[in-house]
C-alpha cells in the first residue's frame, strides 16, 4: 500500500478556507484517495474520496494532480466543530485500510 | 438505520481476564474491520471479514486475541488473557462492497474503550 504523508497539525480561524496536503508518491494504478475525520471519543467518519482531478461533496473538496502523487482536501470556510483529525488514506478496494497518523486540524474563535 | 453498534462502550478488567467486544454491522454491508486505536500506535487494522469469512487476520497482535463472525449481524472480538497493553479504543466498522466503484466507505462505530488493570 502506498505510504502518505501528512502535516501532523494545523491551525485555523472560523470562517478561513483549510487545504490539508497529503504526499503519496507510491500512488498504484488502482488506488484512490480517501479522506476521514476523526473527532475526538468517535470512530471516524468518512469525509470524500476521489481517484483524480476535482471532487466536491457537501463537506469538502478534494483536488488531485494529474500525477496524483498528492492531494488536497479543502474545507471551505471552516467552523469551530471542524476541529479534529483528518486522515489521508490511499489504496485499492480500500479495504486494507492504514491510517497514517493524521493532521490535527485546531479551528480558533 | 441505527449504524454500526458496539458493545459495551467501556470496559475495565482485570489482568488475565477474558474480554469480549461485540459489533453489529449495518444491515447488508459484506465487510467489517475491527481496529485499535492508542496515542502511541494510532489507528491499527487488526482484522476483517468479507462474507462472514476472515480474509486478513495480519493485523492480529498475539494469539490472546481472536475474532469470530458467526453471521452476517454480529461479529465478536476476543482477548484472552487480556494484559495491560491491550488497554486501547476498539472500533468496528462496515461497509458495502458492491457500491460503485471507488466508493469504500468505511462506517465506524462509537468504539468500545477498553481499560485493562
Known amino acids: 500500500l502506498a505510504k502518505t504523508t501528512q502535516p501532523i497539525s494545523m491551525d485555523s480561524y472560523e470562517g478561513q478556507e483549510v487545504n490539508i496536503t497529503c504526499s503519496h508518491n507510491n500512488i498504484a494504478t488502482n488506488d484512490y484517495i480517501t479522506w476521514y475525520q476523526q473527532f475526538p471519543s468517535q470512530g471516524p467518519r468518512f469525509i470524500i474520496q476521489g481517484y483524480k482531478t476535482k471532487v466536491t461533496n457537501e463537506v469538502a473538496s478534494l483536488f488531485i494532480p494529474a500525477d496524483r502523487k498528492s492531494s488536497t482536501l479543502s474545507l471551505p470556510r471552516v467552523s469551530l466543530s471542524d476541529t479534529a483529525v483528518y486522515y489521508c488514506l490511499v489504496g485499492e478496494e480500500g479495504f486494507k485500510t492504514i491510517f497514517g497518523a493524521g493532521t490535527r486540524l485546531f479551528v480558533k474563535a | 438505520d441505527a449504524g454500526v453498534i458496539q458493545s459495551p462502550r467501556h470496559e475495565v478488567t482485570e489482568m488475565g481476564q477474558e474480554v469480549t467486544l461485540r459489533c453489529k454491522p449495518i444491515s447488508g454491508h459484506d465487510y467489517l474491520f475491527w481496529y485499535r486505536q492508542t496515542m502511541m500506535r494510532g489507528l491499527e487494522l487488526l482484522i476483517y471479514?468479507?462474507?462472514?469469512?476472515?480474509?486478513?487476520d495480519s493485523g492480529m497482535p498475539e494469539d490472546r486475541f481472536s475474532a469470530k463472525m458467526p453471521n452476517a449481524s454480529f461479529s465478536t472480538l476476543k482477548i484472552q488473557p487480556s494484559e495491560p497493553r491491550d488497554s486501547a479504543v476498539y472500533f468496528c466498522?462496515?461497509?458495502?462492497?458492491?457500491?460503485?466503484?471507488?466508493?469504500?466507505?468505511?462506517?465506524f462505530g462509537p468504539g468500545t474503550r477498553l481499560t485493562v488493570t
Open positions: 466498522a462496515s461497509s458495502l462492497s458492491g457500491a460503485p466503484k471507488g466508493s469504500y466507505e468505511q462506517y
Open positions: 471479514f468479507n462474507n462472514n469469512v476472515p480474509i486478513d
